[in-house]
């Protein structure tokens, strides 16, 4: 079975790469180029899981299948299919190493991901609910240019996508690359029949500046993950993982951007440039047609929906999706900067739920070498300066259930709390390991330095211990 699977897995390839019109491999027999490839990809002709999201009382699912793929809908308790897959087209990737992002809202499916095997089309698509579907402009670099996208969030009328991609509006003889964030009008129903008809009206996109201040700003340009959105002191507020570009000096930055100041900068100033050669521009504001393109349509104004929107406020949401201001991050400098010699902060997750009381926020993490590194933050009064306190390192990777240790093993591909049980999950290529939120028993002899680990997790109980602390315990 398995030796069959493949084979019909790399034929499968031979198909999609002849569709591709590959240059044909005359001098070699199939039956060579089929074990080429069955070398090759057999690890990637599995079926990876690229799409989990809860729907109602079940699953939805994507999953690569031997670069074909698929969709379906299984119950949560049985894990039985339910109705006919679907097409997994514009839902999810080809190959499991492109990176996506799917959400629900509205009763829609929101994905961001490539449409092809060579994922030369990147696209924000909309599909399977009661609104029409839409998506992006396809191949047209002002809209995206080598999108990775990092996640998905809903916040009031919109969906808010965050990814890092190469800069369009340097002049810079090397590539760059920056983080941005994009957002599309949930209402959206695409553009008339001559401008961006079955395409977003409302796509816009900014930079997000998460940079250390000084003569000369130094930037983190890599995103690599978000938080959800968390409600802090009064405000919405999402934290991003950057860190510096792999050629550069190796840094990693936790930044907060304020919800409220990142809406805000969509509804300044779009930038252009004028011809091939000039540099960007702020667009002079008499230069924007009325209404302000890329706003929802509002119901009961006169365009209550952006099918009839006038021709010249498609074209120029079309042509100026980038804004030009960047979106601020909350205190004016990270909340941890780490700059260190050999590995990089790729994974993050936040617990805004930690201590006794559950009101002490702790950030956890991962690193390239399989680690965990552990801090609390601690507002300041005008919560919009914070200061960070590092906790601890703990190690992730665990030879004996992981196998062998190697920088690829201990790549961590994925990081998550379960807070039911203090634990963190933490995914390695070949292991999934969980390791407890606090290692209290660690200061367990002295209570000074039980206190002084200032652990929010940890406490000096009765009977003389530092032990973990339950929520509500007194
Ligand atoms: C799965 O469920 C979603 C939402 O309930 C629905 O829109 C979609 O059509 C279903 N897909 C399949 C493949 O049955
Ligand atoms: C990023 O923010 C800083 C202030 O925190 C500002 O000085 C700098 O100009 C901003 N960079 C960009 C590209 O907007
Ligand atoms: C958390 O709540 C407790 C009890 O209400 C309070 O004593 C403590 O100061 C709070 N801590 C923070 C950091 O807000």
């Given at each position: 079975i398995c030796i069959l699977s493949l084979y019909f897995c790399s034929t499968y390839f031979l198909t999609v790469?002849?569709?591709?019109?590959?240059?044909?491999?005359?001098?070699?027999?199939?039956?060579?180029i089929t074990s080429f490839v069955?070398?090759?990809?057999?690890?990637?002709?599995?079926?990876?899981?690229?799409?989990?999201?809860?729907?109602?009382?079940?699953?939805?699912?994507?999953?690569?299948?031997?670069?074909?793929?698929?969709?379906?809908?299984?119950?949560?308790?049985t894990l039985e299919m339910v109705g006919e897959p679907v097409s997994g087209m514009a839902r999810c990737p080809y190959d499991p190493r492109h990176a996506n992002v799917a959400l629900f809202a509205d009763g829609s499916l929101f994905t961001g991901t490539v449409t092809d095997f060579l994922a030369i089309d990147a696209v924000i698509y909309r599909s399977l609910g009661d609104s029409p579907a839409l998506r992006t402009v396809k191949h047209d670099s002002k809209w995206f240019r080598e999108p990775y996208f990092v996640s998905a969030m809903e916040w009031g009328p919109h969906i808010y996508f965050f990814f890092r991609e190469m800069a369009m509006e340097f002049h810079h003889l090397e590539k760059v690359m920056v983080s941005r964030v994009a957002r599309v009008c949930k209402a959206d129903l695409g553009g008339s029949q001559r401008v961006l008809e079955k395409q977003w009206t409302t796509f816009l996109k900014a930079r997000l500046n998460c940079s250390?201040?000084?003569?000369?700003?130094?930037?983190?340009?890599?995103?690599?993950?978000?938080?959800?959105?968390?409600?802090?002191?009064?405000?919405?507020?999402?934290?991003?993982?950057?860190?510096?570009?792999?050629?550069?000096?190796?840094?990693?930055?936790?930044?907060?951007f304020d919800m409220q100041q990142l809406a805000h900068v969509f509804e300044g100033r779009f930038k252009e440039q004028k011809s091939p050669e000039s540099i960007w521009t702020p667009v002079p504001d008499e230069a924007v047609p009325k209404p302000r393109p890329g706003g929802c349509a509002v119901q009961g104004s006169r365009f209550s929906s952006s099918t009839t929107l006038p021709d010249e406020v498609l074209n120029f949401v079309k042509t100026h999706p980038l804004m030009d201001e960047t979106v601020p991050l909350l205190g004016h400098r990270p909340w941890v900067v780490k700059t260190m010699g050999r590995y990089q902060l790729t994974a993050m997750v936040v617990d805004t739920e930690a201590g006794p009381h559950k009101n002490r926020t702790v950030l956890f993490l991962g690193s390239t070498r399989g680690t965990i590194l552990k801090f609390l933050m601690i507002p300041n009064g005008d919560s919009a300066s914070h200061s960070s306190v590092f906790l601890e390192e703990v190690e992730g990777f665990n030879p004996e259930k992981c196998g062998e240790d190697s920088p690829q093993a201990r790549q961590l591909l994925s990081l998550s709390l379960d807070r039911s049980s203090h634990t963190l999950l933490l995914a390695f290529p070949s292991c999934l390991v969980r390791v407890p939120t606090s290692r209290c028993h660690l200061h367990s002899r002295c209570m000074k330095s039980c206190l002084a680990s200032r652990d929010p997790y940890c406490g000096w109980t009765r009977g003389s211990t530092c032990s973990f602390l339950r929520p509500g315990t007194r």
């Open positions: 790469a002849s569709e591709l019109s590959f240059p044909p491999l005359p001098f070699f027999p199939s039956s060579v069955f070398f090759f990809l057999q690890g990637e002709c599995r079926n990876f899981i690229k799409v989990l999201l809860s729907q109602h009382s079940g699953l939805f699912v994507c999953g690569t299948n031997a670069f074909n793929p698929l969709c379906a809908n299984y119950t949560r308790d250390v201040p000084g003569d000369s700003h130094f930037y983190f340009n890599l995103l690599h993950a978000t938080s959800n959105i968390i409600h802090m002191q009064g405000r919405d507020v999402i934290l991003g993982l950057f860190s510096t570009p792999p050629n550069s000096i190796p840094g990693s930055a936790v930044c907060v």
